[in-house]
Structures are given as structure tokens and as C-alpha cells.
């Protein structure tokens, strides 16, 4: 399974990124995908989740300002940015996983990678797309 993330870039505060993560080879029609956001010197943490059968959730900084979505002909992803803040900025990685891994639980913690692997119930990662923000 491929996971390919594209969309980053530069915007001021305040500004909107649409995200996408392509995802190929994934035969399950029952799963979990994530987007995680990775700030400079800080662990991975999960920021908008959707599940097979279309449920999201957020972690409450991102409520009302972030929108994850999919396009399941396409086999992609995608993460609408509202009102970029500069603690924002980091690399934004897709995850696939199980649609057991898609709980709001998974905002309330931080999965410490093993060996450089992250966790979080997700299968496969992606390798991230840029986003800085800037004042």
C-alpha cells in the first residue's frame, strides 16, 4: 500500500491548504484514515479521522476549521485547512489503518513511534507533505 500526500506549502496566517493523499493497492472497503500533524521538534499527533462508512472527527483544534473528506473512485483523501495559525506548521502525514483505529480516543493521546514506526492503530503511512505558516 502506497500513501502519497500532496498540497503543502506556504500560507499566511490566516490563509487555507487543501491536502490530498492518494492511496493505492488498499483492498479492504473497511477502514480508518487519518491525517497526522508532525510540528518541528514534536511528536506526531492525529488531527481529523474518517472512517469506510464516511464518519469524521476532529481533534478540537481543528473543529470547525479543518474538514477531512474522501473521494473513495478516486482512492483519495483529503484535508481542508481554514484559518492557518502558525502552530500549525509541520508536515501532514496520511494514514490508513482498520476501521477499528477510527475512535476520538485517538486525539486524547500521543502514540510514541517504536523503531521510527508510528502507531495509532494505522497500517500504513505516508510520507508527508510540508506546511508552514508564516506571519
Known amino acids: 500500500v502506497q500513501l502519497v500526500e500532496s498540497g503543502g506549502g506556504s500560507v499566511q496566517v490566516g490563509g487555507s491548504l487543501k491536502l490530498s493523499c492518494t492511496a493505492s493497492?488498499?483492498?479492504?472497503?473497511?477502514?480508518?484514515m487519518g491525517w497526522f500533524h508532525q510540528a518541528p521538534g514534536k511528536e506526531r499527533e492525529a488531527v481529523a479521522i474518517i472512517d469506510s462508512d464516511g464518519s469524521t472527527d476532529y481533534a478540537d483544534s481543528g473543529k470547525g476549521l479543518f474538514t477531512i473528506s474522501q473521494d473513495k473512485a478516486k482512492r483519495t483523501l483529503y484535508l481542508q485547512m481554514n484559518n492557518l495559525k502558525p502552530e500549525e506548521t509541520g508536515m501532514y502525514y496520511c494514514?490508513?489503518?482498520?476501521?477499528?483505529?477510527?475512535?476520538?480516543?485517538?486525539?486524547?493521546?500521543?502514540?510514541?513511534?517504536?523503531?521510527?514506526?508510528?502507531?495509532?492503530?494505522?497500517?500504513?503511512w505516508g510520507r508527508g507533505t510540508l506546511v508552514n505558516i508564516s506571519s
Open positions: 493497492s488498499y483492498t479492504s472497503s473497511s477502514y480508518c
Open positions: 494514514a490508513i489503518g482498520g476501521q477499528e483505529a477510527c475512535v476520538s480516543t485517538i486525539f486524547d493521546y500521543i502514540d510514541y513511534p517504536i523503531d521510527g514506526i508510528y502507531g495509532y492503530g494505522m497500517n500504513y
